[in-house]
């Protein structure tokens, strides 16, 4: 390879067959940048710089990790998630941009109710994953008191050291949704990306996350696909003050049918939202009557 320019183009060459060009450059702009700390400006700049030996060691290590589909955010343990850096690992969902669009939604439904992000309020994000909603919203709500829970102990081991990376307080606890409810009260807000992937669309995923990260975060059976939607409605009725909100990421193919299990555990106002790509992907609720500007 001798020199970054070399590099830089056999990168590409070698990706040729498992990634469109698009797909190659993101992939190699971000490889080049967290390995080497050579942003595009610098790569090119800097293209007859030579490569020492050790990098093309990694360089060659990236590439066959690559080429088997391992998502890039395992390659490099770090995936950016609304403006803020989280460890990640085969045991949590990788966050993806609808859940940024979640988060920012959740924030301006409480800036529009109470004008301010400084007021003091209560949160849970439930199946916290990573901690990337919970530690978002700590990041954007200083005065918040936020919780989340999650069934898996070693996501919620990463998801304590998400929170200690980004400087944020979260109270995260171990719970079994389907079958656990914690003893809890007084909450302004709900929020969760729960499984809901059928285990019908498998074949329409990509190796990458199929191969790659938790089954038990992504699919739920095609019998039952709103199963932890239910019980999260259910439980979050007891949780909420009157007024309160509950938000889900949901399955883009079900949200009339998620509109319907909501209201039927008592929510009113129930609204689907379209992310940026025109798709419905979010549901906000209020649990009795709608709540007033404070």
């Known amino acids: 390879m001798q020199n970054v320019g070399n590099a830089w183009q056999w990168f590409l060459k070698s990706l040729e067959a498992s990634y469109p060009e698009q797909e190659r450059h993101a992939i190699g702009r971000e490889v080049f940048r967290h390995f080497f700390g050579l942003g595009p400006a610098e790569r090119v700049v800097g293209q007859n710089l030579p490569l020492s030996?050790?990098?093309?060691?990694?360089?060659?290590?990236?590439?066959?990790?690559?080429?088997?589909?391992?998502?890039?955010?395992?390659?490099?343990?770090?995936?950016?998630?609304?403006?803020?850096?989280?460890?990640?690992?085969?045991?949590?969902?990788?966050p993806r941009p609808e859940?940024?669009?979640?988060?920012?939604?959740?924030?301006?439904?409480?800036?529009?109710?109470?004008?301010?992000?400084?007021?003091?309020?209560?949160?849970l994000d439930v199946g916290t994953g990573s901690g990337c909603m919970a530690i978002a919203l700590a990041s954007g709500l200083p005065n918040a008191q936020i919780k989340a829970c999650d069934i898996s102990a070693s996501a919620l081991g990463?998801?304590?050291?998400?929170?200690?990376?980004?400087?944020?307080?979260?109270?995260?606890?171990?719970?079994?949704?389907?079958n656990d409810t914690p003893e809890i009260s007084g909450l302004d807000v709900v929020v969760s990306n729960p499984p809901y992937i059928r285990e019908a669309e498998k074949k329409l995923m990509q190796p990458n996350v199929l191969n790659y990260e938790p089954a038990s975060a992504l699919f739920v059976s095609d019998e039952d696909?709103?199963?932890?939607?239910?019980?999260?409605?259910?439980?979050?009725?007891?949780?909420?003050?009157?007024?309160?909100?509950?938000?889900?990421?949901?399955?883009?193919?079900?949200?009339?049918?998620?509109?319907?299990?909501i209201e039927k555990e008592g929510f009113g106002d129930v609204e689907l939202k379209q992310d940026i790509n025109g798709r419905p992907r979010m549901v906000r609720a209020v649990k009795g009557e709608v709540r007033g500007e404070k």
Not at 162 to 176: G, I, M, P, T
Not at 241 to 254: R, T
């Open 99 to 123: 859940t940024e669009e979640l988060v920012q939604w959740t924030l301006q439904t409480i800036e529009e109710a109470f004008g301010s992000f400084s007021v003091a309020l209560n949160l």
């Open 158 to 178: 990463l998801a304590r050291g998400n929170a200690v990376k980004n400087q944020v307080e979260v109270s995260f606890f171990l719970c079994d949704i389907l």
């Open 225 to 261: 696909p709103l199963i932890f939607y239910r019980s999260i409605a259910r439980k979050a009725k007891k949780w909420l003050k009157p007024g309160g909100w509950l938000f889900f990421e949901i399955n883009e193919n079900l949200g009339p049918e998620t509109i319907q299990c």
């Open 53 to 94: 030996e050790a990098h093309e060691k990694t360089l060659e290590r990236v590439i066959e990790q690559l080429r088997q589909h391992v998502p890039l955010q395992h390659i490099t343990g770090i995936a950016s998630f609304y403006g803020l850096d989280f460890m990640v690992n085969e045991s949590v969902l990788i």
